[in-house]
């Protein structure tokens, strides 16, 4: 009550001199000196800064040097070199990491006028105004960045892309150089636009905090904490039905419009060509230029649909409506189950004889394999490669066609595998599962892609190696016959060394090696491009390294060992390799664009959004220092009157990515809010993992803080996220946790005591139980649970079961596992008990020592079949235990494991 009462006297003053005190002010009696600025984390931020302006710098030569290559200067017949290939893979490599740097920076340094020291040092004026000034001056590059890509790409961007259709020239020639331009401009007009709104709102963020506020305005009346609850749920659920039905309805229905009507490759990204390919319509089968053999089954072949004759004609490819079937049959399906529990319990209920998976996963499966079915039977069997096929064409024969179908593959897979990565996934609303299920979705097609990738790449290797003895069947066989001097392998080999043959020799491997001119031996001559085009693409090298760089950084980097115990080196290098490899494919796969974009559309949105979050301002409230854990208290931005902040609107077992620019500007890690939604703060308790860890770091600036010397830190906030669980629908619960994965269930447990203390049984029926089994090393730890063992004790339908498994007692060093084996059982029972009885209070009526029985545990609750919900968090170990229960009875069971 002491620090109360001191911390209002010192509101009540700021209503007098006119300004707001910071959180460190409020919390000044517990340090006793000014303490100097973190220096360290300015020079970090400076280097952060200088490595950005030489990423950008690299980065834009390495673009104004490819685009000096002939290919795109109307000069066809020629390479390029080594020297700008480099420069470009340079470029694409850099710009994603650059703009990603950018953003991180931003954030942090907007972080800094936030921080407890600038409100009592002499940087206290200087520094927001230095902070504003940073972010205007990066507003204004954002802007001109924007103007600069806008005249890049201004041939397309004119007419709005989509609206460049209609009357207007028409033309099918083949130039790669508008289409690049006119490609790699959009894309960069699109990342100035979103930087620069984010500059701009960081920048007035930093100018309202240099004018001084007053206390004029009186605070509002706040609803109590269940309604407010209440009112954020309904919000929420609204808010996430709402993005679902914006993404069926209109996000993925534009994309598939988009595709068919837009010509699959870059190089045709024209407006010229996007109104020529718009008004063409796709030939029958076995004619010239179809894109189905003779003989295609109908249900497999492309449609037309007219729109507007000679305008706008609607492609129906048959791989675009197996791709965007699978998708909407399984979200239909899904959302179904939402709204419909008999579904839900019918798609969750797990059979014996399919050995503990759900019907649903099965029927997920099935969906998968009938659709990667027509999709490999059409490209191997049906599509008509590079026009139509004769005798002659090698993209008859299996070798190529088995390549360029499991390209396609690739294609596919990566596609799907793109849709369940963003944290504010629609996924997790039209399937009610978690956001670390569908995680796992995406680790399985990665691993599927980097196959068939690989397959893909070494297939077409096989090619060139055969394609390197210069066998005139393959590159040299012209509608007249072989080209003079080359009607033999011999003769060829011996004309192209003396540099008069029309084409470039194979020379595997330096057709995927940037040694010399490098050219790439394709069959482009059936598709009728003029001779001087003929034999050169330019792409196959640029994937050849961006495959060797993805496989080392999201295949071995990404493995579950490297990615449990070096999380921050998985994360940098899926950020450095994902941005390239989505550009590459868009650049190098035939139709690739069609099936990525959607996902990637959603993957640039949620990191807008992650973006936005991560600015908010929210003040850090206190920060505890345990023995065995820490713990942080939050509050959102404060209130019109400049006091009094409300806690971060969440739902029970929700989590947060935490950032604490002190400890590292650039670390985010994940944790679950331990506190319940009708809390009047945010509270999230943080287990330590060792003295180098984020985590260990942590606790450690958590006992400076105690001890004084230290002010309490700014943290940047990304949430909340995740999927609440259903618990209102079930009657009997049983809430298991292991260690610091009491977190959800912490908050689980306290929201649904609170609920029925208020009146609101969470569930249909009014005789409902609820159990909570805590399983941890130390009875130390116990203290978390004090308000549920008191809550318990007054409501017979809730009860608390907590067991210490090898922990010390607070009088004994020796463990009660370890001296159970020496002395006798009874007595150190009992002084277990009376040690721990006098920590907590009311703890003797449910603390055991060992670990618990949880088909006993269930048994208490009662095992109503799906009725029942056994919900689980913790180690691995644990969890599969209460899986194979839960499988066992026959009730639902859902957990909660945070190993990405």
């Known amino acids: 009550m002491q620090e109360e009462d001191e911390s209002e006297e010192e509101v009540e ?79 694409m490599i850099l710009i994603p990491f650059s703009v990603g740097l950018l953003v991180m920076l931003s ?86 636009l979103a930087l620069l709104v984010l500059e701009v709102r960081l920048a007035w963020l930093a100018l309202k905090d240099l004018v001084p506020q007053t206390r004029g305005v009186a605070l509002e009346a706040q609803p109590r904490a269940g309604e407010r609850h209440k009112r954020y749920e309904k919000r929420a659920r609204r808010c996430r039905w709402l993005a679902v039905v914006l993404w069926f309805f209109i996000g993925m229905p534009l994309f598939a419009v988009a595709a068919m009507l837009f010509p699959p490759s870059f190089e045709r990204l024209s407006s010229d060509r996007l109104r020529y390919t718009a008004a063409a319509e796709a030939k029958a089968p076995g004619t010239p230029g179809s894109p189905e053999q003779a003989g295609t089954p109908s249900i497999m072949t492309t449609k037309n649909w007219v729109i507007k004759e000679g305008e706008a004609v609607l492609k129906a490819w048959p791989d675009l409506l197996v791709f965007y079937a699978l998708i909407y049959v399984v979200s239909v399906i899904g959302m179904m189950a939402q709204l419909h529990r008999p579904l839900r319990n019918w798609l969750l209920w797990r059979p014996r004889w399919l050995r503990g998976t759900s019907v649903g996963a099965v029927g997920l499966g099935l969906a998968f394999g009938v659709a990667l079915a027509m999709w490999t039977w059409y490209w191997r069997y049906a599509h008509s490669f590079l026009g139509t096929p004769t005798p002659g064409n090698p993209t008859t024969w299996p070798r190529e066609r088995s390549s360029r179908t499991f390209g396609q593959i690739g294609s596919f897979i990566l596609g799907l595998l793109v849709l369940p990565v963003s944290r504010n996934s629609i996924w997790v609303t039209v399937f009610g599962v978690s956001w670390e299920s569908t995680i796992w979705v995406h680790i399985w097609l990665s691993y599927f892609f980097l196959a068939c990738t690989a397959v893909h790449m070494f297939a077409w290797w096989t090619i060139y190696a055969w394609g390197g003895r210069c066998d005139p069947r393959i590159f040299y066989l012209s509608p007249d016959g072989p080209a003079p001097g080359c009607e033999g392998a011999d003769a060829c080999n011996a004309t192209c060394r003396s540099g008069s043959c029309p084409l470039p020799c194979s020379s595997f491997p330096h057709d995927i090696l940037p040694r010399g001119p490098m050219f790439y031996p394709s069959n482009s001559l059936y598709m009728g491009y003029p001779p001087e085009a003929r034999g050169l693409d330019w792409t196959p090298p640029l994937m050849t390294y961006l495959y060797l760089l993805v496989l080392i950084c999201m295949g071995i980097f990404a493995h579950h060992r490297v990615r449990r115990q070096q999380f921050e080196l998985f994360w940098a290098a899926h950020c450095i390799a994902a941005p390239p490899l989505m550009a590459g494919m868009l650049l190098h796969a035939y139709s690739a664009w069609y099936y990525i974009m959607g996902g990637f559309t959603l993957f640039a949105v949620d990191h807008c959004i992650r973006s936005h979050n991560a600015s908010l301002e929210v003040d850090v409230v206190d920060l505890t220092a345990k023995e065995h854990y820490a713990v942080l208290t939050l509050k959102t931005t404060k209130t019109a009157g400049g006091v009094g902040g409300k806690p971060l609107q969440h739902s029970a077992g929700q989590f947060v990515w935490i950032n604490v620019p002190r400890i590292s500007p650039f670390e985010w890690h994940p944790f679950t809010i331990s506190s319940s939604p009708h809390h009047s703060a945010t509270t999230i308790h943080i287990q330590p993992l060792g003295p180098s860890t984020f985590t260990g770091q942590l606790h450690t600036l958590a006992m400076e803080i105690e001890a004084g010397s230290a002010p309490l830190p700014a943290v940047l906030v990304d949430g909340v996220y995740g999927s609440p669980a259903q618990i209102h629908e079930y009657t009997s619960v049983l809430l298991v946790a292991g260690g610091i994965g009491v977190t959800p269930v912490l908050s689980l447990f306290n929201h649904l005591l609170h609920e029925a ?115 689980a968090c913790g180690p691995e170990a644990l969890v599969e235990s209460c899986g194979r229960l839960a499988f066992k009875e026959g009730v639902h069971f859902r957990k909660e494991v945070f190993l990405l």
């Open 13 to 91: 003053e700021s209503a007098v001199t006119g300004r707001l005190p910071g959180p460190y002010e409020l919390h000044s009696h517990r340090h006793h000196r000014q303490h100097p600025p973190p220096n360290d984390l300015l020079r970090k931020l400076g280097r952060t800064a200088a490595m950005c302006i030489l990423c950008f710098g690299l980065a834009l030569n390495g673009l104004a040097v490819w685009d000096a290559a002939p290919v795109f200067n109307q000069q066809l017949g020629t390479p390029y070199t080594s020297h700008q290939f480099s420069w470009f893979l340079a470029f």
């Open 107 to 192: 954030i942090q340094i907007s972080a800094l006028r936030r921080d407890p020291w600038v409100a009592t040092s002499e940087y206290s004026t200087a520094l927001p105004a230095a902070v504003a000034a940073t972010h205007i001056v990066l507003a204004f590059g954002a802007a001109a960045a924007a103007a600069l890509s806008y005249h890049r790409a201004a041939d397309i961007l004119d007419c709005g892309i989509l609206f460049c259709i209609g009357p207007g020239p028409k033309s099918s020639s083949y130039n790669q150089g508008p289409g690049w331009r006119n490609g790699s401009g959009t894309a960069l007009f699109a990342i100035s």
């Open 757 to 871: 203390a208020n009146g609101r049984t969470p569930c249909k029926m009014h005789e409902f139980r609820v159990r909570m089994v805590w399983s941890t090393r130390d009875v130390g730890s116990f203290d978390l649970a004090a308000e549920s063992i008191q809550g318990a004790a007054s409501d017979p339908r809730f009860a608390v079961s907590l067991h210490a498994t090898r922990g010390n007692t607070p009088t004994h060093e020796g463990g009660v596992r370890e001296r159970l084996l020496s002395e006798d059982p009874e007595t150190v029972l009992a002084e277990a008990l009376a040690d721990t009885t006098t920590l907590i209070e009311g703890v003797d009526g449910c603390l055991h020592y060992g670990r618990p029985n949880i088909k006993s545990q269930l048994d208490e609750v009662g095992s109503n079949g799906s009725n029942t919900l056994i919900f």
